[in-house]
């Protein structure tokens, strides 16, 4: 057997945790972010991923700032939670639960903070409401 997320078992050979997937999960989504930010900024256009589906791009009031505002955020909250995923992915935590749970916590307090300052920078510089 490992120690860890994985084990292995003769019958059904290597079996993942739902912690381990849900890790990678979290990596795959700190790989998108990272790969939207940097498109953003390449290409300077806003990706449908941060506005929504609905919103009519072509119609904001200041798109520059919203890319030169929201770039840092999102580079960095994707590098975030793809650093998170890993670690937990790896397991470096295994033996330090209360370390872990904090990881955890500092994950949400980073999605909810993300969500706060993308909401403003919709709200300032797609729809022009200061």
Do not use: H
Not at 28 to 56: D, E, H, R
Not at 67 to 76: C, D, G, L, N, Y
Not at 118 to 129: C, F, N, R, S
């Amino acid at each position: 057997m490992f120690q860890g997320n994985l084990t292995f078992n003769r019958k059904e050979g290597v079996q993942m945790s739902f912690g381990m997937i849900l890790d990678l999960l979290i990596m795959a989504c700190g790989v998108y972010m990272v790969y939207w930010a940097v498109q953003m900024k390449s290409t300077n256009k806003i990706p449908v991923m941060l506005v929504g589906k609905g919103f009519p791009i072509n119609r904001a009031k200041d798109p520059e700032g919203f890319i030169k505002f929201t770039f840092p955020f999102t580079f960095s909250t994707g590098v975030a939670l793809f650093a998170m995923g890993l670690v937990g992915a790896l397991g470096l935590f295994i033996t330090y639960p209360l370390a872990e749970t904090l990881m955890r916590i500092v994950l949400v307090a980073v999605i909810i903070a993300y969500g706060v300052v993308l909401m403003k920078a919709q709200k300032k510089y797609l729809v022009g409401i200061k």
